[in-house]
Each structure stands twice: as C-alpha cells, then as structure tokens.
C-alpha cells in the first residue's frame, strides 16, 4: 500500500473510479491502489487481493517499474539469481538500463529477488528511473 502510495504521488497519477481489490476496502491506500491499477502498473498477489499490509519484494518492484516506464525485453540475463522469479525479464530489463546494478556490490551479479525492498531501494529505483542519480 505504501508503495502504491509513492508511486502515485511521484508519478502524479490520476484518481480511478474502478475498485480493483476487495482486500483494500476503507484503507489507507485504497484510492492509492486503485490509480496504480489504472495506470496499468501494479498487480496484485493472488486473484482479486493486493495484500497492501505485505511487503514488496525487490523483484516485484522491478515489475511495476518496466509497467510505469515501459522499459523493453532483453535477451541478456544480468543476474545469477533470478532464473526462478516470475519477474525475471523485468528485473533484466532494468539492469540494461541502468536502473538496478544488483544487491552485491562490488560483483553484483545476484539481484536478491525475493528480499523484501527497502524504502531506500525503492527511492534509488525511481531515481535512476527518473534520471535523478547513478
């Protein structure tokens, strides 16, 4: 919910009258959600939920950013540890453009897909999404 929350206000994105999830009636982040459903850039966890009150995953993350900024597919696999995820195209996509370089410095070759993400992950995200650091 927090993310939805970051992502609609850092995206100014406008208000949605659909109710995408039952499991976020009279929350705090409802109207939040709903925008970022609308705008096609969140997802939920499980057949009409969004789990608000989970935790995002590093690699669900990488999701949302390739739905918000439309990165592209590619070919090259950047990660050793990412083969099982469900996002693992997503999570290539940002590490060829330079939004993630991994969770292992200096190597980075592992992206830690199902670590829970860290505001301060998510704002280095966005930043580098953005072009506002390295």
Request: hydrophobic fraction near 40%; charge should be negative; aromatic fraction near 10%.
């Amino acid at each position: 919910g927090e993310i939805a929350a970051f992502v609609r206000r850092l995206l100014d994105l406008a208000p949605s009258a659909t109710d995408w999830f039952t499991d976020d009636d009279g929350t705090t982040f409802e109207n939040d959600i709903n925008a970022v459903m609308s705008a096609g850039i969140g997802f939920g966890c499980a057949e009409g939920e969004y789990c608000s009150s989970a935790p995002l995953r590093r690699d669900e993350m990488a999701q949302m950013l390739v739905n918000a900024f439309g990165y592209p597919d590619v070919e090259t696999d950047f990660f050793i540890d990412d083969e099982s995820s469900l996002y693992a195209p997503a999570i290539n996509a940002l590490a060829a453009v330079g939004v993630t370089r991994g969770c292992d410095p200096p190597n980075n070759t592992s992206f830690c897909p199902d670590r829970t993400l860290s505001r301060a992950e998510m704002a280095t995200f966005f930043a580098r999404a953005l072009g506002l650091g390295s």
